[in-house]
């Protein structure tokens, strides 16, 4: 601001007092004149083109043609800094006559401003002149009844930060009654669309005009979001310290104005009312510090101190909040039917909007006594909450829950696309409430503990459920499963022990589990009842939200747990309406095959009991015909070939010693 209002009041002095000390002198030589003083003070080349007119009713003053100012060596492009149709500016009829100037009117018309910021952080609204280097550090000693712009444009494209703002239709009215006294300053304009509006009142304006801290109030809307602010500031460099209320209803609006995207938050989170309050400090880095800070969104709220530091890439917000009871999402919870639970025909298809993920990195410490997600209801929490390039990470350091507790993390990646994913320890949990919660499921009673690694990719509920991945074990102490009565179903052989007053209960159960494109799959349920065990493998759909799983019981008929009967019970279909069968089929096929197993057995046995009887044989008549004993580890055979093979060396013994002894 500083540069604009020395701009304009330089140029209405230099040409006022150009066309009061040579009002004979051609126009032409009035111009040139202006724009060599301009040039000298500014550093800066100032083209007026066309006839600069002087007025003398029914104020003194002068208009000119089109009017620009150069723009820095280092920016981009070829525009200037500043273009206007015409310039106006009237003035008393004092100022003639060397008394002090008075300028009862400066208008701009149809201003176009070009503002930018280097990657390097230079500026190019930052003048420097020729001679000594430094714009003049006081104001001169005039007053502005008022100053102002139509139809005027402002672009700024802060090539440090990437953020372009662009402003149309602006029109402006600005009031310095005195120098050394207050001022204020009115704008419009329109961004994206958006209204916005701008009323600024500072104290001393000669003061603030070089760049001091005066007192200050600022209102700034846009679209339906409002800031306030009372306290102290100034532009050179930007600093202030105060009250800071700021209604963000329209945050769309807002980032617009601020040239990055900001979404309109969900339900529980600002969707209806968002506002901040607290004591404002913003120091000379560009660093915001508010302190004792209300935030409400929603019917929640929160205090604490929060700081935004500006970065490279985007700003970093750091924050240690604590909280009332938070609600995040009106009414129940996915149990309801429409946001997915067991009766429910799929899971939400609605497009989840994370791109708020990709505004600000953050580290953000809270604790609340409870938050209600809609879909699952926490008791006292503390987190932190780490944001790094869309990516944000839940680390759980204390969550009371349904009876126990969990801990672990939960990670909310929105870096080219959405996937969701974490490491969760569940101890202690009662299961009824759990699952009522989550899946409008009442019917399993017990109290467990839960691990659970998981990763999901998509853009909705429905597309990460299909996609999800990963692995998990679960271990239940006693409880009772309603609605099904696995025992009577054994006893009967019959399915109808299925609907209310109908339930099994049991000691224990347990089991491991995988995830893999939507599908989780079990090979390893145990359960112990009082009158049953039993084992379980199979399939859950988690995405297309089916069952295919298949329970082993096996009724106890004896106290010591043998002597049962065993009928596989087969659950299919889908979770809305799962259907149960008894595999009666299978203990038939289970029986022929064990029949048929039993009788090649037996078809064995008889085959190596003959055998045996054979080798026995063979055995007794080698050795009472031939004398010949079987040895150990040798076979009959080898025992015949073994007998026969001495016999013929006796006999050939025997008649060699004949032969020797000349029988």
Do not use: H
């Not at 009928?567 to 029986?591: H, M």
């Amino acid at each position: 601001m500083r540069w604009i209002i020395r701009v304009g009041l330089g140029l209405a002095v230099l040409v006022l007092l150009a066309l009061g000390l040579t009002a004979m002198v051609p126009s032409e030589r009035v111009a040139a004149a202006a724009a060599a003083q301009f040039e000298s003070l500014t550093g800066r080349k100032l083209v007026l083109q066309g006839e600069v007119r002087p007025r003398f009713w029914p104020n003194l003053g002068v208009t000119t043609g089109p009017v620009s100012i150069a723009n820095a060596d280092w920016a981009q492009g070829e525009a200037p800094l500043f273009t206007a149709e015409s310039l106006s500016i009237d003035v008393n009829f004092g100022a003639l006559l060397g008394g002090e100037v008075r300028i009862l009117g400066l208008s701009a018309e149809r201003p176009q401003l070009n503002l930018e910021r280097s990657p390097e952080g230079q500026a190019n609204w930052v003048f420097q002149a020729q001679g000594d280097g430094t714009v003049p550090a006081a104001a001169p000693a005039f007053t502005l009844d008022e100053g102002r712009i139509t139809g005027g444009s402002i672009r700024f494209d802060d090539r440090q930060s990437g953020r372009v703002i662009a402003l149309d239709a602006v029109e402006g009215r600005l009031s310095i009654p005195e120098v050394s006294g207050p001022f204020t300053l009115t704008a419009t304009g329109l961004s994206g669309g958006q209204k916005v509006a701008l009323d600024l009142s500072g104290g001393v304006f000669s003061t603030f005009a070089i760049g001091r801290v005066v007192p200050l109030r600022l209102a700034l809307a846009a679209g339906g979001s409002r800031l306030d602010f009372d306290g102290r500031g100034g532009i050179a460099p930007l600093v202030a310290e105060g009250a800071l209320r700021a209604d963000l209803a329209d945050l769309p609006a807002l980032g617009g104005l601020l040239g990055t995207a900001l979404a309109a938050p969900a339900p529980g989170l600002g969707q209806k009312a968002l506002t901040v309050a607290g004591k404002l400090t913003l120091d000379d880095t560009g660093t915001a510090f508010l302190r004792g800070a209300e935030i409400l969104a929603d019917d929640n709220r929160l205090t604490g101190d929060l700081d935004l530091r500006p970065g490279e890439a985007r700003p970093k917000l750091s924050a240690e909040l604590t909280a009332a009871p938070i609600r995040i999402a009106p009414g129940g919870g996915m149990g309801d039917g429409d946001a997915g639970g067991m009766q429910a025909a799929g899971w939400p298809e609605a497009a989840i909007d994370v791109s708020a993920l990709a505004a600000m990195d953050a580290e953000i410490a809270l604790s609340a006594p409870s938050i209600d997600l809609g879909v699952l209801t926490l008791g006292a929490t503390r987190a932190v909450i780490t944001v790094d390039r869309a990516r944000a990470v839940f680390d759980i350091r204390q969550m009371e829950a349904y009876g126990g507790s969990v801990t672990g993390d939960f990670v909310v990646n929105g870096r080219g696309g959405l996937s969701v994913g974490g490491r969760l320890a569940l101890a202690g949990i009662q299961t009824q409430p759990l699952l009522s919660d989550l899946a409008g499921y009442d019917r399993l009673l017990s109290t467990g503990n839960l691990e659970l690694k998981f990763l999901g990719v998509g853009n909705s509920i429905a597309a990460i459920m299909a996609s999800l991945e990963g692995e998990g074990a679960l271990e239940l102490g006693k409880g009772e499963l309603r609605g099904l009565d696995i025992g009577g179903m054994l006893r009967t052989l019959d399915t109808g022990y299925v609907g209310e007053g109908q339930k099994t209960i049991f000691d224990g159960l347990a089991g491991t589990f995988t995830m893999a494109g939507g599908v989780a799959t079990n090979r390893d349920l145990k359960l112990v009842a009082p009158y049953l065990t039993a084992s379980g493998a199979g399939e859950i759909g988690l995405g297309a939200r089916t069952l295919d799983y298949r329970i082993r019981p096996t009724a106890l008929a004896a106290e010591d747990g043998t002597g049962g009967v065993m009928v596989p019970l087969l659950i299919t279909g889908p979770w809305a309406s799962p259907r149960f069968r008894l595999d009666l089929e299978s203990i038939a096929r289970e029986k022929m095959e064990a029949e048929a197993k039993a009788a090649a057995e037996r078809a064995k046995a008889a085959a190596e009991a003959a055998e045996a009887a054979a080798k026995a044989e063979l055995e007794r008549r080698l050795k009472d015909e031939l004398g010949v004993e079987i040895a150990p580890q040798e076979s009959p055979g080898d025992a015949a070939i073994r007998g026969a093979t001495d016999a013929l060396e006796d006999q050939a013994r025997k008649a060699l010693e004949e032969i020797l002894r000349g029988d």
